[in-house]
């Protein structure tokens, strides 16, 4: 497994769950779309999009669907353990999942403004 580390948008509010021992989690689906450098003519381009499932655990996934839920659509940077599966849906063609567990997940401060108040221990 490797270590990630990216930025891009949320493409839709995540839903706070809870698992057999009340531990808040969700699942974020994050789309990442690199800027790249034509080696020759030097002009910038999008590069493909690829889109995360990064899963939250904790508080960490409380804020975020609290984030999320205030401010739609907003731009997260998020580091982990990172996995590529593959499946195949029934009658379809062959795809790929990337996974990532997050351990830290924060809100990007490029063309976004965040307020931030710290959490007390204990809260």
Excluded at 9 to 28: G, I, M, Q, S, V
Excluded at 55 to 84: C, H, K, M, P, W
Excluded at 105 to 113: A, D, I, K, T
């Amino acid at each position: 497994m490797s270590y990630i580390t990216r930025t891009g948008n949320l493409t839709e509010a995540p839903t706070l769950r809870r698992n057999d021992k009340d531990t808040p989690y969700t699942y974020a689906r994050v789309a990442v779309s690199d800027r790249l450098r034509d080696k020759d003519t030097g002009e910038w381009y999008d590069g493909p999009t690829i889109f995360y499932s990064v899963n939250v655990t904790g508080q960490q996934a409380e804020q975020l669907v609290e984030a999320a839920e205030i401010s739609g659509n907003i731009r997260v940077t998020f580091s982990g353990d990172y996995r590529v599966t593959s499946y195949k849906p029934e009658g379809g063609e062959e795809r790929v999942q990337h996974e990532v567990r997050a351990d830290e997940v924060g809100v990007s401060l490029r063309n976004q403004r965040v307020t931030v108040s710290k959490i007390r221990q204990g809260d």
